[in-house]
């Protein structure tokens, strides 16, 4: 199977069954790590506590192999579990776990170059630190770019303090995928039990809107290629409200500088699970700017793969599934 004739799955997870497990090196920060059960699965932990048990679809590339022709997957694009994004620890166990999860996966997709491609993991807290790591990545590694997190600590991602990592990214063309952590969510969410279906995507879509609105635009060098998890989150149906909200603090914006205007410079991928939130995020970024994801391997993945995809042509033309499915990822991959 080639890119020309499969599909390209831009969204999915890995992490190494070897993982260092840096709590007694770097002890009061609940650090994930992984507990091996035997050959196939094994359990994340998260401070020792169990997190959520895996199988072997997250290290081995024979077995993401064999599920990947079964459901017409030329490329997978490769990124950390959001657990691990550890935005919020200490910078030096950060840098480790960084490192060591980008040889992990430069091994993992190094096998299948032409099947498999990777986003890395960076230590976001320390700028100066991330920007080594990404250019890493980028320089020795091959990677397309790296996936963080919706915040680093308390800082959100429009924030001038990030700005020279970010001005790296445009400047070496790397993508930057962003993906919220279940673990950084409003608790509220977790004692209503609607973390995945209401906490995951309000956090991307707030996270997007305090960039759409800080001013990072104006101040970051252009160029820059962010995607989005899940569609983008809320952000779609945000937009109309986070313009007028805009017009409401300055009358005299321009009409460039509008939320609905700068999403257009962003892109997201497909995982809606749904025809008409996909149609809604093709309008709000751009028809070039949507790319198929599935969370593969997690309980959230779509099935089956592009499933969202399959909706009749006077919903989503032939072209447009085209596009979505392969003819974006790639382009967005050459750079």
């Not at 970010?166 to 969410?189: C, N, S």
């Not at 899940?230 to 509008?258: C, F, Y």
């Not at 070039?288 to 089956?304: I, M, N």
Request: overall charge negative; charged content about 25%.
């Amino acid at each position: 199977m080639t890119d020309r004739d499969g599909l390209v799955d831009l969204h999915t997870h890995a992490i190494s069954p070897a993982m260092p497990d840096l709590g007694a090196a770097e002890p009061g920060y609940r650090w994930p790590s992984v507990q091996r059960l035997d050959d196939t699965t094994a359990r994340i932990l998260l401070g020792g506590a169990p997190y959520r048990d895996v199988d072997d679809r997250c290290w081995s590339a024979d077995r993401r192999l064999r599920d990947m022709d079964a459901d017409g997957v030329a490329v997978q694009v490769v990124s950390p579990t959001p657990v691990t994004f550890c935005h919020d620890a200490p910078a030096d166990g950060a840098a480790v776990l960084a490192a060591a999860q980008n040889e992990f996966l430069a091994e993992l997709t190094g096998a299948h170059p032409d099947r498999f491609r990777a986003l890395g993991a960076v230590p976001l807290q320390d700028t100066g630190r991330a920007i080594a790591e990404l250019r890493r990545c980028i320089h020795e590694l091959g990677f397309l770019g790296v996936e963080i997190g919706t915040r680093v600590g308390d800082t959100e991602l429009g924030d001038p303090e990030l700005d020279p990592f970010f001005d790296a990214a445009a400047e070496l063309g790397a993508l930057v995928f962003v993906h919220p952590a279940d673990v950084t969510l409003d608790p509220r969410l977790t004692k209503l039990k609607i973390p995945f279906g209401a906490g995951m995507p309000s956090e991307t879509g707030i996270a997007a809107a305090g960039l759409l609105t800080s001013g990072a635009f104006g101040r970051r060098r252009p160029g820059l290629r962010m995607c989005l998890a899940h569609g983008g989150g809320t952000l779609p149906w945000l937009l109309p409200r986070l313009d007028k909200g805009e017009w409401i603090k300055n009358s005299a914006v321009p009409d460039e500088q509008l939320p609905s205007r700068l999403a257009t410079q962003l892109y997201s991928d497909s995982l809606t699970y749904d025809a008409a939130s996909l149609l809604l995020a093709v309008h709000r970024y751009g028809a070039e700017h949507v790319v198929l994801g599935t969370d593969y391997p997690f309980a959230a993945k779509e099935e089956p793969t592009g499933a969202v995809l399959k909706a009749p042509d006077e919903e989503l033309s032939a072209l447009l599934k085209a596009a979505i499915g392969r003819d974006n990822a790639l382009a967005l991959m050459k750079g």
